[in-house]
């Protein structure tokens, strides 16, 4: 998120009275662009990644590791460097890219709500080329490298989640700074590690003050061997009366057998990977944000990298629930936990949740695959049906604008201007969905685009560029061959749930649709090892119950597809002919259908394969071949001398575990392979990847 100007921000009890008006405005903002974009076409398909580091404090011989809250140095360092700015890159604002002659900009370095954080994206939007995709990882270790060249030498960028001792008791931050600050009144955090620009210690405050108590990030712990249960959180201070509240403890926030957590930097001090499309019209962005929904549980259980809170080791693989749970500002009434006086309604998730419904005009979206229940603003819809959008997505909008503007600026409210979509950001913005649909600037100078959000930080940015490219890969296939994942969206939250055990990705199944392709014949093509690549066919069936469309499978299969669908009996049999029992288990994977894709276009040797390098990674994730970081980090915790087999990641493990990871960048940066760092199950999780010096 680009810096906002500076302002006067409102606290809560001022800023709720101008909730409504902000709305009204937004809403306002909204209509003004959707009406002068919604017949833009014929947008360029680009695409771009964000990628977010945690920077920390390391030092071989010292057996500590802390976080750095340097952030605004090193942004100011990179802002400063006149050679990167004057290429494109830098921060944002000071970007000078020179036209057309120029050759790709550098990258640009962005704040985020962690002053321990730093979010790095490319340049410029990547285009629609094939061997583009094969920029991507070079461009990623360039960041990384850019970004380490403006930190100090102890410094370092590292692409894990979580800081695995991130509120834990001692020194935990450089500088240091004592806990139970006036924002945050955190008892594990000092209000500093938040990013000190005005918008962020204020979004954290109206979060707790509209809540009417501090957030409860509580995550269920690992349970080894030594670990005492009942478990209590050891680090729980009962005896403090500093706020009001530190009577949250007293009232039962901290349960047994829960890691407890009380700040919104426990959830949003996690980094993840994120991916934005820009679709060609309006019609296809809603296209690509419905299709692209179901499998955001999917590839977070693939990408899944944080077993370790607060020293920590958690029962759980994914960060999701802990963000969700760090920016829950919903009331006790809007909880259901007190009956509904003051407030409008009850809202079943978090303002950062997974999606709530569907918004594509796609003749294929069945009324049963939506929420019945979904909280909508009812004035706000009818303003939007009024000023011309359909149901659907006016829906979508009112869904969002349940929520209250947490961060608004006085001076914002002087008057309405319609040039801007500053109020309508504010809420949209603040909607954290596991997909955004983003409307046009108000400039109107860039398309519709759809970010997919679910992804986590992978250690490597070999990791990350696959990633990125697979998930690239898969919505060019979705485009191209018109596929259909529609399952209830009641389904794809179950689904995310189902993400957060521990090693979903072998463990778990997850609801996904049987049948992929339209009803019509696809022709079968050549794979690249010259086997069969199938592309299903399937007969216009009559539309059975919504229940029928899906089942329960493993992400093996959803990947890489069911053992018949690999067999020699699916590649000689025709859809058509199949008995019905076959037919149920034909399920083609997704990998195979990126190649079928990738197959029907025309790409030269080499790209094709350096991309089959990606994809084996994803391929390898889903079989059980490849570890998860989350897993790899539960090895390396688990096989370290000082584990004492009782949950707890000491602040020696802490250091060996970021010093490991460090290495694994070094060599990574060099383009060695990652043997001989004497680090048991790298091979594991890498499997050499990128070969050796
Ligand atoms: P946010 O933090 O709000 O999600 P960012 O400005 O950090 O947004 O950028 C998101 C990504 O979108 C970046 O990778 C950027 O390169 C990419 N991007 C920018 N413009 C476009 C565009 N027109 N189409 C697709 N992607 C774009
Ligand atoms: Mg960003
Ligand atoms: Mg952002
Ligand atoms: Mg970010
Ligand atoms: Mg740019
Ligand atoms: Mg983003």
């Not at 993840?272 to 590839?299: H, V």
């Not at 920016?327 to 998730?349: A, C, Y």
């Not at 939250?493 to 996904?512: G, P, S």
């Not at 989350?630 to 688990?638: K, S």
Request: charged share 25%.
């Amino acid at each position: 998120m680009g810096l906002l100007a500076l302002g006067t921000a409102l606290e809560w009890e001022d800023a709720k009275k101008q909730a409504g008006l902000v709305r009204e405005w937004g809403i306002r903002q909204l209509l003004e662009i959707w009406n002068k974009a919604k017949t833009k076409e014929r947008d360029a398909l680009l695409w771009g990644d964000e990628v977010e580091y945690l920077v920390v404090v390391y030092d071989e011989n010292d057996k500590k590791v802390v976080v750095s809250l340097r952030q605004a140095d090193i942004l100011k360092a990179l802002a400063n460097d006149t050679e990167l700015t004057s290429q494109g890159g830098g921060v944002p604002d000071l970007q000078h890219t020179t036209g057309a002659d120029h050759k790709t900009p550098l990258p640009v370095f962005h704040p985020e709500f962690g002053r321990f954080m730093l979010e790095a994206t490319p340049g410029a939007p990547w285009g629609i080329g094939f061997k583009e995709l094969l920029d991507v990882e070079p461009d990623m270790k360039l960041r990384r490298a850019i970004a380490k060249d403006h930190m100090l030498p102890t410094e370092h960028p590292i692409t894990l989640t979580t800081f695995p001792r991130l509120g834990s008791p001692g020194v935990f931050t450089d500088p240091y700074y004592p806990v139970s600050g006036p924002k945050l009144r955190s008892q594990f955090v000092p209000d500093e590690i938040a990013n000190p620009h005005i918008r962020f210690p204020t979004l954290a405050a109206n979060i707790r003050s509209r809540r009417g108590r501090k957030v409860q990030v509580n995550v269920p712990v690992f349970r080894d061997e030594n670990t005492p249960w009942p478990w209590k959180d050891p680090t729980v201070n009962y005896d403090l009366h500093n706020w009001p509240e530190d009577d949250d403890v007293r009232n039962g926030a901290a349960p047994d057998n829960f890691i407890h957590m009380d700040a919104m930097a426990f959830g949003m001090g996690s980094c993840c990977l994120q991916i934005t499309f820009q679709a060609k019209n309006i019609t296809e962005g809603r296209q690509m944000y419905d299709q692209l929904s179901p499998l955001g549980p999917i590839l977070l259980a693939l990408t899944a990298a944080t077993p370790i809170y607060k020293g920590f080791l958690a029962d759980t693989d994914v960060r999701w629930n802990q963000i969700s749970r760090a920016v829950d500002d919903r009331t006790p009434e809007e909880m259901g936990e007190k009956p509904l006086k003051n407030d409008r309604w009850r809202i079943p998730k978090s303002r950062y949740a997974s999606n709530s419904t569907y918004i594509s005009t796609d003749h294929r979206l069945r009324p049963e695959y939506l929420d019945p229940d979904l909280v909508v603003d009812e004035d706000i819809k009818a303003k939007l049906l009024q000023g011309g959008m359909d149901d659907r997505l006016a829906t979508h909008f009112a869904h969002l604008f349940i929520r209250d503007p947490l961060v608004i600026f006085a001076e914002d409210l002087e008057e309405l201007d319609l040039n801007k979509t500053d109020h309508f950001e504010n809420i949209q913005s603040t909607n954290w969905q596991h997909m955004r649909f983003k409307p046009p600037p108000a400039d109107n100078s860039i398309g519709w685009r759809v970010e997919f959000r679910p992804m986590e930080i992978q250690i490597t940015d070999f990791e990350n560029a696959a990633f990125a490219v697979f998930i690239v890969l898969v919505t060019r296939a979705i485009l191209s061959f018109d596929l259909n994942f529609y399952i209830p969206i009641a389904k794809v939250d179950e689904n995310m749930e189902t993400a957060h055990a521990r090693d979903a990705v072998l463990q778990n199944k997850f609801h996904f649709r049987k049948h992929l392709f339209p009803a019509v014949r696809a022709p079968r093509s050549a794979g690249p090892s010259g086997a069969n690549t199938p592309v299903p066919s399937r007969p216009a069936t009559p539309v059975g119950p919504v229940e029928d469309e899906y089942r329960l499978m493993s992400i093996n299969e959803i990947i890489n597809g069911t053992e018949y669908a690999r067999s020699a009996a699916s590649q000689t049999k025709d859809t058509l002919d199949k008995p019905e029992d076959e037919e149920e288990n034909d399920f083609p994977g997704l990998i195979p259908i990126v190649e079928a894709y990738l197959d029907s276009m025309n790409i030269d040797v080499n790209t094709r394969c350096e991309l089959a390098t990606y994809l084996d990674l994803i391929r390898k994730r889903a079989s059980g071949e490849l570890w998860t970081a989350a897993r790899w980090i539960r090895h390396f915790v688990a096989t370290h001398p000082e584990y004492k087999r009782d949950s707890v990641v000491g602040e020696e493990i802490a250091h060996d575990l970021v010093g490991a990871v460090i290495k694994v960048g070094e060599r990574e940066q060099k383009g060695c392979g990652f043997g001989g760092l004497g680090l048991e199950g790298l091979d594991k999780l890498l499997d050499g990847f990128r070969g050796g010096c």
